[in-house]
Every structure is written in structure tokens, then in C-alpha cells.
């Protein structure tokens, strides 16, 4: 006798859920490592504190990802061209307002959205 493969539940892919969970910490650990060393380099872009740079990347992050759901368009700092640049430096500039310890003038989000964008060109946090 054959065996009916219609009566069998389909197999669910186990730990996928857990994969997408741990590249998106994975993500997130490296963009607070980025952030770490922008604020070493960039004037105008401080953030002081361990769980300061990890509360500034979950922001970021989120609001990165807000506004490439609602508006259809890549926020990295290379992603678009100038807009994506202008995007990624006023998304570091409105973080500050929503994570204490973390200062950002004008000038420091436009040169943080540059070195971001450096860094993210020869590590990037999106291909993990």
C-alpha cells in the first residue's frame, strides 16, 4: 500500500523564528558598534554610556525602519543617493530627542550620517 501524502500536516520550519530574532540582534549589536565609534569620530555627535548606544541603535533602527515602511525609501546613508544621506542625518538628529544622553548638532548628524555610511560600505550591518 502507498502512503497519502495529502493527509499529512506540513512539516513547519523550526528555529526560523529564532534565525530572524538573532540576525536581528546580530544587526543591532553591530549598528551600537558603529554608533561607538561615529561618536568617537564625529564632532557634534556624543553618546555616552553602554546602554546609551544600545537605546540610540534600537531607535535609530526603528525609525530607520518607519520610515522605509511608510515612505518607501532606503534611509541608509547610501541607500537612495543625497535623500537617503539627508534622511539618515535627520533620522540621527530626531534619535537625540528620544534617548537621553545622546547630543546631536546639525552638522554632527550630517558628518555621523557620512561616517555611518563609510562604515556601512565596508561592513555592512544589512548582510547579516
Known sequence: MSENNSNREPQKDVGKGNNSLMRWVGRLVLF???LAITSFLTPGFSIRGFWTF???SVVITGLDYLVESFMKVDA???GKGLKGFI???VIIYLAQFLVPNMRV???G???ASLVIGVIDAIIPSRSM
Open 32 to 34: 551600537a558598534i558603529i
Open 54 to 56: 544600545v537605546l540610540a
Open 76 to 78: 541608509s546613508p547610501f
Open 87 to 89: 534622511i539618515s542625518a
Open 105 to 107: 548638532s546639525i552638522i
Open 109 to 111: 548628524a550630517i558628518l
